[in-house]
C-alpha cells in the first residue's frame, strides 16, 4: 500500500478491527503513529510505523471469512480474562473478529472475519443487509403483535425502522431486521408486552446458518460470495 489513507481506514484493512472500532482504540490512547501518539486524521501507509498496544500494525493483511454457530452463555466481547468470552472459540490460524454481536443468552450465526472494510458494509445501515432471527415469547402472540412489531417501536428514544415478521407459531415468529441497535429485538418485544425467551440468528445477508449444517460452538470457512452474492 503506497497511497496515504486515514488510519482508521488502515488498521481496518490490516485486518486489526472495523473502522468503528479503530477509532475507539484511537480514543483510548493505545495507537501511535512513528512513535508519537495518533490522531484521528493522520494519513499514513505502509512506510509509517503503526503500533497498537504494543504490537507492529504490518499492513494489509490476507482476508479469512468464517461461519460461527455460537451457542448460549458465550459472550462476544473478546476480553481474554473472560472464560466465556468468544476469543476462547476462535480460529487460531489468523486473527479474526465478529461482525456484530449477538448478546450472551442468544444463539445463531456470527460472521469472522479480519475485513474491516466488509464489516462496515455488512452492519452500516446504509447497505441494508438483511439479518433474519427466530424468536420464542414468554406467552401466545397477539392479533396486532405482528404487524406492531413491524412498523416500528420505541426503542432507546428512536423508532426502529420498518422490518418484516411473521407468526411461525403461537409463541414463536420470525424477524428480518435491517438495523441492529443494542439488544434490540428483546426490547422491541418487551415495549409490546412480552419476555424473549429464545433468541436464534438464522441468516445474515444471503449465509444462512440452517443449510449449512453447522454444530453448536463449531466454525466453517467461507468466501465473501457465500455472504454476499451481488
Known amino acids: 500500500m503506497t497511497e ?6 488502515y488498521l481496518a484493512h490490516a485486518g486489526l478491527c472495523s473502522r468503528k472500532q479503530a477509532s475507539r482504540l484511537i480514543d483510548q490512547g493505545v495507537v501511535t503513529v512513528n512513535n508519537r501518539a495518533a490522531n484521528h486524521i493522520d494519513h499514513i501507509d505502509d512506510n509509517d510505523l503503526i503500533v497498537v498496544n504494543g504490537n507492529r500494525v504490518q499492513g494489509k493483511a490476507r482476508h479469512v471469512y468464517f461461519a460461527y454457530h455460537k451457542p448460549v452463555g458465550i459472550d462476544c466481547k473478546l476480553n481474554h480474562t473472560d472464560p466465556s468470552s468468544l476469543i476462547h472459540h476462535l480460529p487460531n490460524t489468523t486473527r479474526v473478529y465478529p461482525i456484530g454481536r449477538l448478546d450472551k443468552d442468544s444463539r445463531g450465526l ?24 427466530i424468536v420464542k415469547v414468554d406467552k401466545p402472540l397477539d392479533d396486532n403483535f405482528c ?9 432507546d428514544k428512536q423508532i426502529t425502522l420498518p422490518c418484516i415478521v411473521e407468526k411461525i407459531t403461537e409463541n414463536q415468529f420470525t424477524i428480518t431486521l435491517k438495523q ?30 440452517t443449510t449449512l449444517n453447522l454444530a453448536e460452538n463449531s466454525y466453517l470457512k467461507i468466501s465473501k460470495s457465500d455472504i454476499l452474492k451481488n
Open 110 to 133: 456470527l460472521i469472522l472475519t479480519n475485513d474491516g472494510e466488509f464489516c462496515n458494509q455488512l452492519i452500516h445501515p446504509d447497505f441494508h443487509q438483511p439479518k433474519r432471527y
Open 4 to 9: 496515504k489513507i486515514r488510519l482508521a481506514k
Open 147 to 155: 404487524q406492531k412489531m413491524a412498523n416500528g417501536v420505541p426503542v
Open 180 to 209: 441492529g441497535l443494542n439488544r434490540q429485538i428483546r426490547k422491541m418485544a418487551h415495549y409490546c408486552g412480552y419476555r424473549v425467551i429464545d433468541l436464534y440468528r438464522e441468516q445474515i445477508s444471503e449465509l444462512n446458518l
